[in-house]
């Protein structure tokens, strides 16, 4: 039965699949080979057995990220938003820090002023990953000249007038960093700010204005060595340069805290632009001196001071991405008020209350030269 059963299955391939083929193939000679094929290709589908399609090889994950279209228009799209800008300057700096001293009662009784006179070197650097949103800072470094610092003296209670009074030479130096995360508020080369807007800002005639707001935090640093004093007052008696042997003391001060301002920039062509920075800040004090004529260690902190700083340069563009510009800064870091720890042979003192107009400033002239792209 089964043999039966086998043969006709192939007496049934034969009759639908082959003679047809094989007439086809006798009218037009052409088809044979295509008509037998076709034939033979049917049969081999129907008997064959199921097998597993092959597994196509897959592309790298990169390859397959970078093949969407839509993927990379954005891609291109940041990376058309990315600039930076990088420049040095020079600013020629002159100003002073003080502090005060005051007794129990709140008179001044003594007063140390050094005095800061040469070039400040500062690096800066933006990136602005977004229309809106970039990221930059500062750090600068001074290499002042030798100056004169004087420590000044009052006895209020017996005599007016200054008690006594040295100089000596200082040997002074400064160092800032800032950190900033600006957004801008205003652009003129964008498209929805409407043609009102700028008639009211009485800007019809500038290429280009922005305004940004940025939140960062600063910190400044001074050091100061004293050497080499003479009295230029005792007792209330003026003298001439009493040299006294030995005095080799310092006084480190930083202030550092967060900081909040705005800017302005404005290109009235393509060769000459202007700019405009102000800040203020929420500053931490500490200080650490040592008198060795004296022996005497001490540290002063206070922690509600302030910082204000300004920049303003007027820039010229020699190409569409180098820069060089000249402009005027100032800076000031102030605390009011701090206590003194201190300890020398005879003594210790704890939580005195003390100092006063812990202040520093610096202002002048700036150079500068820079890129952006």
């Not at 391939?13 to 052409?30: C, E, K, R, T, Y």
């Not at 897959?58 to 093949?67: A, C, E, H, M």
């Not at 022996?295 to 922690?303: N, S, T, V």
């Not at 005879?346 to 820079?370: E, M, S």
Request: net charge neutral; with cysteine.
């Amino acid at each position: 039965m089964n043999k039966i059963w086998r043969l006709g299955n192939k007496l049934f391939l034969v009759i639908f699949f082959f003679l047809p083929a094989v007439l086809s193939a006798q009218v037009n000679p052409a088809l044979r080979y295509t008509e037998m094929d076709r034939a033979l290709s049917s049969l081999e589908a129907k008997t064959a057995k199921a097998t597993a399609s092959p597994v196509q090889p897959q592309g790298s994950f990169w390859k397959i990220l970078f093949n969407n279209n839509e993927r990379q228009s954005v891609i291109e799209q940041a990376l058309r938003n990315i600039e930076i800008d990088i420049s040095f300057q020079e600013s020629i700096g002159r100003g002073e820090q003080v502090f005060e001293v005051v007794d129990t009662d709140g008179s001044k009784i003594s007063r140390l002023l050094y005095p800061q006179r040469g070039s400040i070197f500062t690096g800066n650097a933006e990136l602005r990953l977004f229309p809106r949103f970039s990221f930059g800072g500062s750090l600068g470094s001074s290499r002042f000249r030798n100056t004169v610092a004087t420590d000044t003296d009052w006895q209020s209670d017996i005599q007016p007038g200054v008690w006594w009074e040295s100089n000596s030479d200082c040997k002074a130096r400064v160092d800032t960093y800032n950190v900033n995360l600006y957004f801008r508020l205003l652009d003129l080369k964008d498209i929805t700010i409407a043609q009102e807007m700028r008639e009211y800002l009485n800007l019809e005639q500038v290429d280009e204005f922005t305004f940004d707001i940025f939140t960062g935090y600063e910190r400044f640093k001074g050091r100061y060595r004293m050497t080499n004093g003479r009295d230029t007052v005792e007792n209330w008696v003026p003298v001439t340069n009493a040299a006294f042997d030995g005095l080799d003391s310092f006084y480190k001060v930083q202030y550092q805290g967060p900081r909040l301002g705005l800017r302005m920039g404005m290109k009235v062509n393509k060769w000459f632009s202007t700019r405009f920075a102000f800040s203020y800040a929420w500053l931490k004090t500490e200080a650490y001196g040592w008198w060795n004529l004296r022996d005497y260690q001490f540290w002063q902190k206070g922690a509600s001071g302030e910082g204000l700083t300004y920049n303003l340069e007027f820039l010229v563009h020699l190409t569409p991405h180098w820069y060089v510009g000249a402009g005027y800064f100032y800076s000031c870091h102030k605390q009011r008020r701090m206590i003194e720890y201190g300890r020398e042979a005879a003594a210790t003192y704890d939580d005195v209350d003390i100092i006063r107009n812990v202040n520093n400033r610096l202002y002048g002239p700036t150079f500068k030269v820079g890129c952006n792209w």
